[in-house]
Structures are given as C-alpha cells and as structure tokens.
C-alpha cells in the first residue's frame, strides 16, 4: 500500500509538472508544497527559491489580505480568473490572472491549489500598443492616418458582383451607421474595411483595428474600454480603443471570438455612445464608427451563441459578404497575373505567365485561403523559379498532395452535373434572400419572386 501511495504521488507530480500553466500548492501554514517550472518562469524564480518557503517571505509585496492563495485558505471559497500584481524577491514585477482552488480532506482545508496564467508580457505589448497609437492620434495632422494603407483600388476583382459591392460600399461609407462583414480567411476583409474608411467622412480621423481572437478574454475589456486608476492593484488611468479611435473608425477583427459577456458591453456602447474605463464611474462621450468581421457565417455564429443576437441586428445595418476565390473563378487567372507582375519588381525577375498544366491545377484547387493563399503560392514560385514561366513542378509540396478519390470524383462531375449547378445556383440565391432580409421569409420570398410556401418547403430540401 505504502510503494502504491509514493508511486500515485511521482504520478501525479510528473502530471502537474507537464501541465502548461503554473501551478502552486501551500498548505494551510502558508508554505508551498509544490511549484512547477511554468510558475517558476512567469514569477521570475527558481522552483528551489520558493519549494518550502512562506508565501509571503519570497514575494513579499503580497500580505495576508491582497494573497489569492491566502484568502482562499482563510474563507475556503475558490477565486476565479482575478487579476493579482505582485513583485517577487528579486524586484521583478509579476502580472498574472489566477483561479485559486481550496483543497479539502474531507470536510477539512488541508490547503489551497493556484492555476496562474502569466499576462505580464501580453499586457506589456498592449499597453505600448496603445501608448503608440495614442502617440500617433496626437502627432498626426495629416488628413489620413498612417495606419490605413489600402483602398478600394487595392482590392482587385474582375468578378461583377464583387465590384458591384465596392461601389455599394464606397456609397455607403459616407454614413457612420455599424457594419458587419463577412468573409472567409483571406477574402480581403481588413482592406474592405480600410477602403470604407478612406471613403467615409472619417477619412482624416483615425483607424484602429483590433482581432478579437488575439487578446486573452481577461485583457480585451481593458482594452477596448481603458482603465481606471486604482481598479486593480497596479491599474492606471489609461485609454482604451474606443477613446482612441474617437471621431474616426474601430475595426473588430473575428467579433465572434469576443466573450459574450463582453458583447453585452459593446452593444450598450453601440447604443448610447457612452464608455465607462474598467473600474472607473466616470461616463465619457465617444464619436466612432464601429465595423465588425466575422470568418465564419452569421447564421452559424448565432446559432452556437458565438454572437449575440442583438449585438448582430445592432451591427448588421449595412453587411457585406466577400466572395471566397473558389466562387470568383475569372479572379484566378488575373489576380495570378497581377501578382506576377507584383513579385517581378519585388524580385527583379522577368516571369511572364504560367504553364497550361498550372492554369488548369489553379482553376480546380479550392483554395481555402483563398486570395492570400494564392498571393503566397505565388510569392513561393517566383522566389525559387528560374524559368521565364511558373511550372507545376514548382508548386509547394503541400499543394501537389494527390486527391482521394472522393475528391477527384468530386472535381470530374462539377463542371457538367446540370442538377448540381441548378442546386447551388438555387441554394445561393435563397441564402443571399435571407441574409438581406435578416432571415425573414416572407421579405425573402418576395425578392425570390415565389410564394412563401415554395421557399418554406425549398427550406425543408435542400441543405443550408
């Protein structure tokens, strides 16, 4: 029994040593029993400085109060995802997000378990983040901000339906009401978004954009809305984006990413103009015009309750859906040109097109990453082609995968299956119906042109 008692307990510590985030176990005196080597790095220590020792001796900025691990011994109620600054023995200040856990032997605390994420660095390249740009909005008196690089011209097509929604959305830029853009990975979404701006009356304010995927869910409130002095321990008053972005344009990159808690938040911000600082009282008055994307279709971001609903009938004034390259196919061969001629200068190379057997891959690949997939394939060949034409032997590794069978079947009859093309042609137009409708059937069934009951029943037939 007792060789069993040891052996669960090199398991159990081999587990907790392997475990990506830190961990800290004290027992009830205060002292740590267990500290692995992810702990020791974001505190900035070694596991030999604190195994055995008093909390409060090795980072003695924390006192019985202001410790998470201590309170939690105290009270025995866990503590969940609470901010904690502190500065350990060597003077290094630590900022972490921590859920502190009580550990019972019955109904008995024997001591407490602490799960800590290291944000010092994340927080760090934030706040300069934010420094900088609140630097730029002050030394810019340009009528155009440095940030925004691209146009509508910059956004090639010759696709007409995709040029007809830049000249929608170059007539449309001149309001200030939200919008909402939807597009797959690498449709081109952000210069979208940057050619409205440059249209808009906004023009010479600024542009900020933030992707909502990349900021931890515990910084992108502060983030977006600022700080407050003293609304944690080391908080300063500090701008958030919507006060930086005052009197221009704030992109939200991958809304659906954002928690929806926080949703809740933009929403009321959307509705009155009005921020509050995390942590602060004061109401201050914001002017920005908020442009929201999401990657995936709004539809199925409502459905798994990956957007709210209401924060989506707020933002969907105006909506646009970049096509993906697969459905734009007369773009294939010219953005293929185009950036030919692009990575000539770039390259000093001479290329002057690509052979039939490319032409034929590039017009039957799917292309997932759509334009910026093509754009880097491209860059990929011309950096290692040493012929006046781009060759199918020179295509990545990656591309040249042979197909399975399903695929290749797949490939064979889309061309000529009439019932397949009479399907999506159907199938496209109803979804396009129902997105300018905000899914209602009735509006829909009247820009279709057919009774409501035919779309209820195509509804029920075909795969949406």
Same mark, same amino acid.
């Given at each position: 029994?007792?060789?069993?008692?040891?052996?669960?307990?090199?398991?159990?510590?081999?587990? $907790?040593?392997?475990?990506? %985030?830190? #961990?800290?176990?004290?027992?009830?005196?205060?002292?740590?029993?267990?500290?692995?080597?992810?702990? !020791?790095?974001?505190?900035?220590?070694?596991?030999?400085?604190?195994? /055995?020792?008093?909390?409060?001796?090795?980072?003695? =900025?924390?006192?019985?109060?202001?410790?998470?691990?201590?309170?939690?011994?105290?009270?025995? +109620?866990?503590?969940?995802?609470?901010?904690?600054?502190?500065?350990?023995?060597? /003077?290094?200040?630590?900022?972490?997000?921590?859920?502190?856990?009580?550990?019972?032997?019955?109904? %008995? #605390?024997?001591?407490?378990?602490?799960?800590?994420?290291?944000?010092?660095?994340?927080?760090? $390249?934030?706040?300069?983040?934010?420094?900088?740009?609140?630097?730029?909005?002050?030394?810019?008196?340009?009528?155009?901000?440095?940030?925004? @690089?691209?146009?509508?011209?910059?956004?090639?097509?010759?696709?007409?339906?995709?040029?007809?929604?830049?000249? %929608?959305?170059?007539?449309?830029?001149?309001?200030?009401?939200?919008?909402?853009?939807?597009?797959?990975?690498?449709?081109?979404?952000?210069?979208?978004?940057?050619? #409205?701006?440059? &249209?808009?009356?906004? !023009?010479?304010?600024?542009?900020?954009?933030?992707?909502?995927?990349?900021?931890?869910?515990?910084?992108?409130?502060?983030?977006?809305?600022?700080?407050?002095?003293? *609304?944690?321990?080391?908080?300063?008053?500090?701008?958030?984006?919507?006060?930086?972005?005052?009197? /221009?344009?704030?992109?939200?990159?991958?809304?659906?990413?954002?928690?929806?808690? $926080?949703?809740? +938040?933009?929403?009321?911000?959307?509705?009155?103009?009005?921020?509050?600082?995390?942590? /602060?009282? &004061?109401?201050?008055?914001?002017?920005?015009?908020?442009?929201?994307?999401?990657?995936?279709?709004?539809?199925?971001?409502?459905? %798994?309750?990956?957007?709210? *609903?209401?924060?989506?009938?707020?933002?969907?004034?105006?909506?646009?859906?970049?096509?993906? $390259?697969?459905?734009?196919?007369?773009?294939?061969?010219?953005?293929?040109?185009?950036?030919?001629?692009?990575?000539?200068?770039?390259?000093?190379?001479?290329?002057?097109? #690509?052979? +039939?057997?490319?032409?034929?891959?590039?017009?039957?690949?799917?292309?997932?990453?759509?334009?910026?997939?093509?754009?880097?394939?491209?860059?990929?060949?011309?950096?290692?082609?040493?012929?006046?034409?781009?060759?199918? !032997?020179?295509?990545?590794?990656?591309?040249?995968?042979?197909?399975?069978?399903?695929?290749?079947? =797949?490939?064979?009859? &889309?061309?000529?299956?009439?019932?397949?093309?009479?399907?999506?042609?159907?199938?496209?137009?109803?979804?396009?119906?129902?997105? @300018?409708?905000?899914?209602?059937?009735?509006?829909?069934?009247?820009?279709?042109?057919?009774?409501?009951?035919?779309?209820?029943?195509?509804? +029920?037939?075909?795969?949406?």
């Amino acid at each position: 029994m007792g060789e069993l008692t040891v052996l669960t307990q090199e398991v159990l510590a081999a587990i $907790l040593k392997s475990i990506d %985030e830190g #961990i800290h176990v004290v027992n009830t005196e205060g002292r740590t029993i267990f500290y692995n080597e992810v702990a !020791a790095r974001h505190d900035g220590m070694d596991i030999k400085e604190v195994q /055995g020792k008093h909390l409060l001796k090795v980072f003695p =900025s924390l006192t019985e109060e202001s410790s998470t691990l201590l309170k939690v011994i105290r009270t025995g +109620k866990p503590i969940y995802n609470q901010t904690q600054v502190y500065v350990n023995v060597h /003077g290094t200040r630590i900022d972490t997000i921590n859920t502190t856990l009580p550990i019972f032997l019955g109904e %008995e #605390i024997i001591g407490a378990v602490e799960i800590a994420k290291d944000y010092s660095r994340m927080k760090l $390249l934030a706040e300069r983040l934010l420094d900088l740009q609140k630097g730029l909005k002050k030394s810019s008196k340009k009528k155009v901000w440095k940030q925004v @690089k691209y146009s509508f011209q910059d956004l090639k097509t010759v696709n007409p339906q995709f040029i007809n929604m830049k000249v %929608e959305a170059s007539k449309l830029a001149k309001s200030d009401s939200p919008i909402l853009v939807y597009g797959e990975s690498g449709t081109g979404k952000e210069l979208f978004v940057q050619g #409205i701006h440059q &249209e808009s009356l906004r !023009a010479g304010g600024p542009f900020i954009a933030q992707n909502c995927a990349a900021i931890p869910e515990t910084l992108l409130e502060s983030i977006l809305f600022g700080t407050a002095k003293g *609304s944690y321990t080391g908080a300063v008053d500090r701008k958030g984006l919507f006060e930086l972005a005052d009197g /221009g344009t704030l992109f939200l990159d991958e809304l659906h990413a954002m928690p929806i808690e $926080l949703q809740a +938040k933009l929403l009321r911000v959307l509705e009155d103009g009005i921020v509050r600082r995390v942590g /602060g009282a &004061e109401n201050i008055m914001v002017n920005v015009r908020v442009i929201a994307a999401v990657n995936l279709h709004p539809n199925k971001a409502l459905k %798994e309750q990956k957007l709210r *609903s209401d924060l989506y009938y707020r933002l969907n004034v105006f909506s646009f859906a970049l096509l993906p $390259l697969r459905e734009r196919k007369e773009d294939i061969p010219y953005l293929t040109d185009y950036f030919i001629q692009l990575f000539n200068k770039k390259l000093g190379k001479e290329v002057k097109g #690509i052979e +039939k057997k490319l032409e034929v891959f590039f017009n039957k690949y799917h292309w997932p990453g759509n334009v910026r997939e093509l754009k880097h394939t491209i860059e990929y060949m011309m950096n290692i082609c040493e012929e006046e034409i781009l060759t199918y !032997a020179r295509l990545p590794l990656i591309l040249k995968q042979p197909l399975t069978p399903a695929q290749r079947n =797949s490939e064979q009859t &889309e061309d000529l299956s009439l019932r397949k093309n009479i399907d999506n042609l159907e199938r496209n137009l109803i979804l396009k119906a129902l997105e @300018k409708t905000d899914g209602n059937i009735n509006q829909a069934a009247k820009l279709l042109e057919i009774p409501r009951q035919t779309l209820q029943y195509k509804l +029920k037939k075909i795969p949406l």
